[in-house]
């Protein structure tokens, strides 16, 4: 069976720090890994995924991701955050069609 | 593309009724649907899958005959909580993967609040 634990339940940033939202898989076989962000009231939406190729993933706002296989993790990281990327973020990680999400690291930005 | 939406976004119910949600795929044709329930400030549990035209896999300690799920067509999946307890006030999200899609992704719809009086 496959898990994924997000290490961190809330992490409060200042406005233009860096940050780094942790997670952690258990997988024995290949595996696809998404990171998913969660606006207040709102559905998902797709932050970045890792399906295979280059280990690092970027999206277009700025987050990147590094698959690390050996530490079998997949934290998101941002080298300078806004106070727009208030939200929960959750990383999952997918096996034939069924997506297994973590906890969810809600991300608070103070000015 | 592939944007998915949910009706209705929010619904209040007396308990013992039953509520219908809607989810499409508006500009794509998608293989799979999944139905999602948020408790606060928690995950998502994944509560069944559906395919078209078949019945809906359901997960561990999901009541079928509570969440009935209708897979009518490519772009149209169903869930309808029947006899509505407070207990199943949520928040409940579906997804749909593009059947011309090779890997595992899926998209989101906004979400459908319940509230059971």
């Known amino acids: 069976a496959q898990s994924v634990t997000q290490l961190d339940s809330q992490v409060p940033v200042f406005e233009e720090a860096p940050v780094e939202l942790r997670c952690n898989y258990s997988s024995s076989v290949s595996v696809y890994l998404f990171w998913y962000v969660q606006y207040p009231n709102q559905g998902l939406q797709l932050l970045l995924k890792y399906l295979s190729g280059s280990t690092l993933v970027e999206s277009i706002n700025g987050f990147e991701a590094e698959f690390n296989k050996s530490q079998t993790s997949f934290h998101l990281r941002k080298p300078s955050v806004h106070i727009s990327d208030t939200a929960e973020y959750f990383c999952?990680?997918?096996?034939?069609?069924?997506?297994?999400f973590g906890q969810g690291t809600r991300l608070t930005i103070n000015p | 593309g592939a944007v998915v939406s949910q009706h209705p976004s929010w619904v209040i119910c007396k308990s013992g009724t039953s509520v219908k949600i809607e989810c499409r795929s508006l500009?794509?044709?998608?293989?799979?649907m999944f139905w999602y329930r948020q408790f606060p400030k928690q995950s998502l549990m994944l509560m069944a899958t559906s395919n078209e035209g078949s019945k809906a896999t359901y997960e561990q300690g999901v009541e079928k005959d509570k969440f009935l799920i209708n897979h009518a067509s490519l772009t149209l999946s169903t869930l309808t909580v029947t006899s509505a307890h407070p207990e199943d006030s949520s928040f409940y999200i579906c997804?749909?993967?593009?059947?011309?899609?090779?890997?595992?992704?899926?998209?989101f719809g906004p979400g459908t609040r319940l509230t059971v009086l």
């Open positions: 997804s749909a993967t593009p059947r011309t899609r090779n890997y595992d992704e899926q998209f």
């Open positions: 999952a990680v997918s096996r034939a069609q069924k997506l297994v």
């Open positions: 500009d794509f044709q998608a293989t799979t």
